[in-house]
């Protein structure tokens, strides 16, 4: 047996890159499997009023693990470290960089990522939330060969999941971040041994879910009902749909549909008030917000909002 077969046959060292808590049970799970040689993580930031450092969650599992944790401004300056790690395969899970070419050419059996989202369908940094607010009734995990181009890698395996009407962006988070975990460690093996299927991505079929913007989260009332319910289930719990009260931002984080109608009412009126919030009026008829934030408050329920509100609600127009 010559050398290249027993470094084929001995258990591969991994790399893994990611940074928010959608990454941890992908990585927790690769740690109880598989040799994780170092973690590559967003560097820490200062957090809050008072500017407190925080860890990435990657890193809080990194140091409980005591594996080597590199923290990069820009992953080019740890691509001289990471070569002579020489690893076998790098596994990137949100990263939140751009990977260069000179680093997917390192390992051995290439660099895979953990996207959610079934690609070619919504690539881009924030697949999750868009998958709720543009409507889609389902979405999944891809696992993927990594390219030169935003998430256009070849694909190795998916799994589908149904979104259902109550989920908003942080319960979806959770189920695929579990789906990833478990896709992933179903799919590693074939990698590890060359038996995996290799999917080159349909670009007739491809669209878009990038970082939300501040635009992304105000609220436009000439919109359908349908539209503005899936913008806030699609922003909730981060970070959130937003209009404007009394000159004054008021985020919402739960409402539904109704059947009313409202014709003479504005885009953005307060219509009527509910036993469980108020109505608004929207492009094709109401939705009723039921839980909001007031600018500098904390969240409450719209019942607790309306007893507290000194003035006339109905007849208010939202902006």
């Known amino acids: 047996m010559d050398f290249d077969e027993i470094k084929i046959k001995r258990d591969p060292e991994i790399i893994f890159m990611g940074t928010p808590e959608f990454s941890v049970p992908v990585l927790e799970g690769l740690i109880g499997k598989y040799k994780v040689r170092a973690i590559v993580t967003q560097p820490d930031k200062p957090v809050g009023r008072h500017g407190e450092i925080k860890y990435s969650p990657v890193k809080e599992v990194a140091l409980k693990h005591n594996i080597l944790c590199l923290q990069p401004n820009k992953i080019k300056d740890a691509l001289q470290e990471i070569n002579v790690m020489a ?12 990977l260069p070419l000179e680093l997917l050419l390192i390992p051995r059996l290439g660099c895979i990522n953990v996207h959610a989202s079934l690609l070619p369908k919504l690539r881009g940094g924030a697949p999750i939330h868009h998958a709720i607010i543009d409507g889609y009734t389902t979405t999944g ?7 030169e181009g935003m998430d256009s890698g070849d694909i190795i395996s998916q799994r589908e999941v149904e979104i259902d009407d109550e989920d908003t962006a942080s319960i979806l988070h959770d ?10 460690l179903e799919t590693l093996p074939s990698i590890i041994d060359g038996t995996n299927k290799r999917v080159p991505q349909d670009e ?5 879910g990038f970082n939300i913007s501040r635009k992304d989260e105000k609220i436009d009332f000439n919109k359908t009902k ?12 981060w970070p959130g749909a937003y209009c404007i009260i009394d000159d004054k931002i008021m985020k919402v984080w739960k409402c539904y549909r109704t059947d009313e109608i409202y014709d003479k009412a504005l885009p953005g009126e307060i219509t009527a008030i509910y036993p469980d919030g108020f109505g608004v009026k929207c492009g094709n008829g ?12 904390k969240k409450m329920q719209s019942t607790d909002f309306i007893n507290g509100y000194h003035g006339q609600l109905v007849g208010k127009v939202l902006k």
């Open 175 to 184: 189920k695929l971040s579990i789906i990833g975990r478990d896709l992933l």
């Open 286 to 297: 109401e939705v009723v917000f039921t839980e909001i934030q007031l600018e500098g408050k």
């Open 87 to 98: 690893p076998d395969l790098i596994i990137t899970c949100a990263y939140g960089q751009i």
């Open 141 to 147: 995990v891809t696992i993927m060969y990594m390219a």
């Open 226 to 237: 349908r539209k503005i319910v899936n913008q806030v289930r699609g922003l909730n719990s």
């Open 204 to 208: 007739s079929e491809v669209t878009y």
